[in-house]
């Protein structure tokens, strides 16, 4: 489970903000080392948002915080709440280009960098020619080269410099101080030799490939080479945030509304809760809501990444963002803003993204002290040439020891180490939101690597949980339809799909109900007004209507009783019955055990006392819920069957998915689903947890990691870890997958990233390496982390 809950304690808040000046991982360390040192302060600073995720105690106030990054070199902003409807500059995934664009301690955006670049690539071209090549020397060129190079290392190099001097005046260090004190000091070396000795370059070299000593081509290079990486990260970062951008742009910009019987075009984020809108075929529902009037077919595949449109009536609820394909739709909207299910998927991404995965610790313990050891190791390297070199240091043992001690720090910046975990998280959370898929904290790639069970709830997650009616059996002189309404009169007020399909068939009976009138009616019985009942209580097509239900209380997974007018009305399972006093004969056992030996679910209903009637229903297996369970064994995942059903149902559905029966857990309650995921965790099993109802937020909660259906409960996708926007068991092996992806990603950026620094910098000092390769390479290394990461775009496609 993630971990981020235990700071979320009594009084505390979460605020987010925009931090600009961050170049490298040792920012980021030292950023939440300052944040954290105000008491009850935890930080998780992300480095390509350009972000921070701090939860705060009471006492301390936003301004503080903001004045604590300022202090530490850096510009913080509060930034504001996102909803749908903002523009993509305000949205959490355009964090690498914050509302202050007039930074460039780290290069700025790619419009920025691109006039630095397009000027020091045109310079350094001349420069590398002059210095380099025989063929292209004449009388003094070093003072040209020298003139060349330059506005590259002072005006294409300014981010790098600028960013060093803040950090130097915080007796601080980043990687911008390795490229910047590399750049200046090959610029200066050169300077000051061709100032000393103005005739050594008076003549054309002709002894092959030499600059004559000089470094100006070495200090242009590398600063165009780094600009160029700098560039190419930019855009890669762009494209890594592009799926929440994308995410967050779903959302319609504009609803009619319909008010006193008029219609009236509004944008979409003046509607309130309660409006009722208009929606035509092709046109996307603006907010989340129930639908009123009229029936369709409606696309989610945009939010759900399911691809078979849902058929959607009255009192169905549909989601913001997605289209309605076919008729009208009168839509009442239930939730808007940043309420809406769209809303909350962004902020689950954008806090997913911002958080720090156990694996990041190690590359931010390593940045801690990384820099101050390479600039130790450049000096060593500096004064080990000139001490081998013995008493008598010649021109040329000068230079070779300046190269080596040069290419150690352009080499060494830890770019790569910075952009490892974030930028794979990024992308990785990114295409989850596009495939309905939601990582609720990096924590949870850990959990899905070393989960080996799978608890799957029967109801809603491997069946359709649709249950229908087949039949209803009568005793002691009742009437079959007579219970059947009594029962849906009381079970109208339960959220248990049995439930719901109870009062639905007692719903759909409505013009049937002489007898029940006959047989049940109560003067005493107070009028109830329609509109204040819930759904399965309202007047149907036919004229019917259930009953009100008063004194109405239920026990999770084992019934519901009320009052229906004067009568005490009791349906569930055996023991709710004994619980309320109901005798049970055998024969009326036996009934019941022959309904459930088909596989069917059956439940008792007793009235004032004496068994009424016994109501089967029947659920159906969605239908790739076979396969599903099959992709979850091939993942090394051993996959149980939970339910609360009997066990003669949950074997025959476990047999149709592929389950073993021995990894089938029936007739379990709500608090032995929690009880079932201790037992297995008890055993060794590391247990993730799929479920959809009020009823599995608990044992969610206890797994190890807990996967929501996104057509359950808020209870439910609030206590699991990962959630699933559809209703498809394939999505939760595919969830699994990704994350998997996500986390051997970014396994292999760390280890590419160490492996850079752990090979390039003995070989820089040892003077094997050109510096205008190490800066090359180093630019590489950032490139290609990022590029990397960018693989997780095309998963699942």
């Given at each position: 489970m993630s971990s981020e809950h235990l700071f979320h304690q009594a009084g505390s808040r979460v605020v987010e903000l925009d931090i600009e000046g961050m170049t490298c991982a040792s920012c980021v360390n030292r950023l939440e080392k300052k944040l954290g040192k105000l008491e009850g302060v935890v930080a998780s600073v992300n480095l390509p948002l350009e972000s921070a995720h701090v939860t705060v105690p009471a006492g301390i106030t936003d301004q503080q915080l903001v004045d604590t990054v300022n202090a530490t070199g850096y510009k913080a902003r509060l930034r504001p709440a996102p909803v749908p409807h903002e523009t993509p500059a305000e949205t959490p995934a355009d964090h690498a280009q914050p509302a202050h664009q007039d930074h460039l301690q780290h290069g700025g955006t790619s419009s920025q960098l691109w006039p630095r670049l397009i000027v020091a690539a045109i310079l350094t071209v001349p420069v590398f020619l002059i210095s380099m090549v025989p063929a292209f020397h004449f009388p003094h060129w070093g003072w040209v080269a020298g003139a060349l190079a330059l506005p590259v290392v002072s005006w294409a190099?300014?981010?790098?410099?600028?960013?060093?001097?803040?950090?130097?005046?915080?007796?601080?260090?980043?990687?911008?101080?390795?490229?910047?004190?590399?750049?200046?000091?090959?610029?200066?070396?050169?300077?000051?030799?061709?100032?000393?000795?103005?005739?050594?370059?008076?003549?054309?070299?002709m002894d092959g490939m030499e600059s004559g000593g000089l470094y100006f081509e070495v200090a242009a290079v590398v600063t165009t080479f780094l600009l160029l990486g700098r560039f190419l990260e930019a855009n890669a970062k762009q494209k890594a945030g592009d799926a929440l951008r994308a995410l967050l742009n779903l959302g319609a910009k504009d609803a009619t509304i319909l008010r006193a019987g008029a219609e009236h075009k509004v944008p979409a984020e003046q509607l309130r809760v309660g409006?009722?809108?208009?929606?035509?075929?092709?046109?996307?529902?603006?907010?989340?809501?129930?639908?009123?009037?009229?029936?369709?077919?409606?696309?989610?595949?945009?939010?759900?990444?399911?691809?078979?449109?849902?058929?959607?009536?009255?009192?169905?609820?549909?989601?913001?963002?997605?289209?309605?394909?076919?008729?009208?739709?009168?839509?009442?909207?239930?939730?808007?803003?940043?309420?809406?299910?769209?809303?909350?998927?962004?902020?689950?991404?954008?806090?997913?993204?911002?958080?720090?995965?156990?694996?990041?610790?190690?590359?931010?313990?390593?940045?801690?002290?990384?820099?101050?050891?390479?600039?130790?190791?450049?000096?060593?390297?500096?004064?080990t040439w000139l001490l081998l070199a013995g008493p008598a240091v010649s021109s040329e043992e000068l230079r070779a020891a300046f190269t080596a001690a040069v290419t150690v720090l352009v080499i060494a910046c830890p770019c790569a180490l910075g952009l490892a975990t974030p930028v794979g998280l990024l992308t990785g959370s990114g295409r989850g939101a596009q495939l309905g898929i939601l990582i609720k904290g990096p924590q949870v790639l850990e959990d899905t690597r070393t989960v080996d069970t799978i608890l799957l709830d029967k109801t809603g997650t491997v069946t359709s949980g649709k249950l229908s009616v087949e039949n209803t059996r009568a005793f002691n002189g009742f009437d079959s339809s007579a219970v059947l309404r009594l029962a849906g009169a009381v079970e109208a007020a339960s959220e248990h799909p049995l439930a719901h399909a109870i009062a639905a068939a007692a719903l759909a009976e409505g013009h049937q109900s002489a007898h029940f009138v006959q047989a049940a009616h109560s003067a005493q019985a107070p009028a109830v007004d329609a509109a204040l009942l819930p759904r399965h209580q309202r007047q149907d097509d036919d004229g019917g209507r259930l009953p009100g239900v008063e004194h109405f209380r239920s026990a999770?997974?084992?019934?519901?009783?009320?009052?229906?007018?004067?009568?005490?009305?009791?349906?569930?399972?055996?023991?709710?019955?004994?619980?309320?006093?109901?005798?049970?004969?055998?024969?009326?056992?036996?009934?019941?055990?022959?309904?459930?030996?088909?596989?069917?679910?059956?439940?008792?209903?007793?009235?004032?006392?004496?068994?009424?009637?016994?109501?089967?229903?029947?659920?159906?297996?969605?239908?790739?819920?076979?396969?599903?369970?099959?992709?979850?064994?091939?993942?090394?995942?051993?996959?149980?069957?939970?339910?609360?059903?009997?066990?003669?149902?949950?074997?025959?559905?476990?047999?149709?998915?592929?389950?073993?029966?021995?990894?089938?857990?029936?007739?379990?309650?709500?608090?032995?689903?929690?009880?079932?995921?201790?037992?297995?965790?008890?055993?060794?099993?590391?247990?993730?947890?799929?479920?959809?109802?009020?009823?599995?937020?608990?044992?969610?909660?206890?797994?190890?990691?807990?996967?929501a259906m996104g057509s359950g409960t808020d209870v439910a996708i609030e206590a699991a870890d990962l959630t699933v926007m559809g209703n498809d068991l394939s999505q939760v092996a595919q969830a699994i997958e990704l994350s998997r992806k996500t986390l051997a990603t970014i396994k292999t950026n760390l280890f590419w990233a160490f492996f850079y620094n752990a090979v390039g910098i003995p070989v820089a000092a040892l003077g094997l390496l050109n510096p205008m390769v190490a800066g090359a390479a180093m630019a590489a290394s950032s490139v290609l982390v990022v590029a990397n990461s960018l693989r997780l775009r095309s998963f699942g496609k």
């Open positions: 190099a300014w981010p790098f410099h600028r960013a060093a001097a803040v950090n130097a005046r915080h007796l601080a260090s980043t990687m911008d101080t390795l490229v910047s004190i590399g750049v200046v000091a090959a610029f200066l070396f050169s300077a000051v030799q061709l100032v000393l000795d103005p005739r050594m370059t008076e003549q054309p070299a409006d009722v809108i208009v929606v035509r075929p092709g046109e996307k529902i603006a907010t989340d809501g129930v639908v009123v009037e009229g029936s369709s077919a409606v696309d989610a595949s945009l939010v759900t990444g399911e691809s078979v449109p849902v058929e959607v009536g009255p009192n169905s609820t549909v989601t913001g963002a997605t289209i309605n394909t076919s008729g009208r739709l009168l839509v009442r909207a239930t939730r808007v803003g940043s309420e809406t299910t769209l809303a909350q998927m962004a902020r689950l991404v954008s806090q997913a993204q911002t958080g720090k995965a156990p694996i990041a610790r190690l590359a931010d313990r390593i940045s801690a002290v990384f820099v101050p050891v390479v600039l130790v190791i450049a000096a060593l390297t500096f004064g999770p997974g084992g019934g519901v009783a009320g009052t229906v007018q004067g009568r005490v009305v009791v349906a569930g399972r055996t023991g709710w019955l004994d619980e309320n006093g109901v005798r049970i004969s055998a024969e009326q056992r036996q009934a019941l055990a022959a309904a459930e030996a088909t596989g069917a679910t059956a439940i008792w209903v007793a009235v004032d006392g004496s068994v009424a009637g016994i109501i089967t229903l029947r659920d159906t297996i969605k239908p790739g819920s076979a396969a599903a369970v099959s992709r979850l064994k091939s993942l090394g995942l051993r996959p149980i069957l939970l339910t609360g059903d009997n066990a003669t149902v949950a074997a025959q559905v476990a047999s149709a998915v592929g389950i073993s029966p021995d990894d089938v857990f029936a007739g379990v309650l709500p608090a032995g689903k929690v009880e079932a995921v201790r037992k297995l965790q008890a055993g060794g099993a590391i247990v993730a947890m799929a479920g959809d109802g009020v009823n599995d937020a608990a044992a969610l909660a206890q797994a190890d990691l807990g996967i």
